[in-house]
């Protein structure tokens, strides 16, 4: 069973980048068509996708988010992660790695991490 942990620095001061690897059991990250993402979600508010790295390297990003965010992979890890620069408090909030994968009816699979708190705070 595919199993994804999040981990993270926890609280971050303003202005600093923000580090998010995922670490990726049971299966390989390089498995044909699957997708790993990112996603938060800020107190109050609803889920946001931060971007995503395909199973062939290919990556996407939200446009909202596009300047301050780069998603990488380490295959030799199994491992994803996503950095995120210019910290501000608005940043603060649960992110979430994410697997997700398209039947051929085209349904969208989803399996989340258990998600790690980011506060970003002085």
């Known amino acids: 069973q595919v199993q994804l942990q999040e981990s993270g620095p926890g609280l971050v001061k303003p202005s600093q980048t923000l580090p998010l690897p995922c670490t990726v059991s049971a299966v390989s990250i390089t498995t044909n068509s699957w997708y790993w993402s990112w996603v938060r979600q800020p107190p109050g508010k609803g889920l946001e996708w931060m971007a995503y790295i395909a199973y062939n390297g290919d990556t996407y990003y939200s446009p909202s988010l596009k300047s301050r965010t780069s998603i990488a992979r380490d295959t030799s890890k199994n491992q994803f992660s996503l950095q995120l620069s210019s910290v501000t408090p608005e940043d603060t909030g649960v992110y979430y790695c994410?697997?997700?994968?398209?039947?051929?009816?085209?349904?969208?699979?989803?399996?989340w991490g258990q998600g790690t708190q980011v506060t970003v705070s002085t």
């Open positions: 994410d697997r997700f994968q398209y039947d051929s009816s085209l349904r969208r699979y989803d399996c």
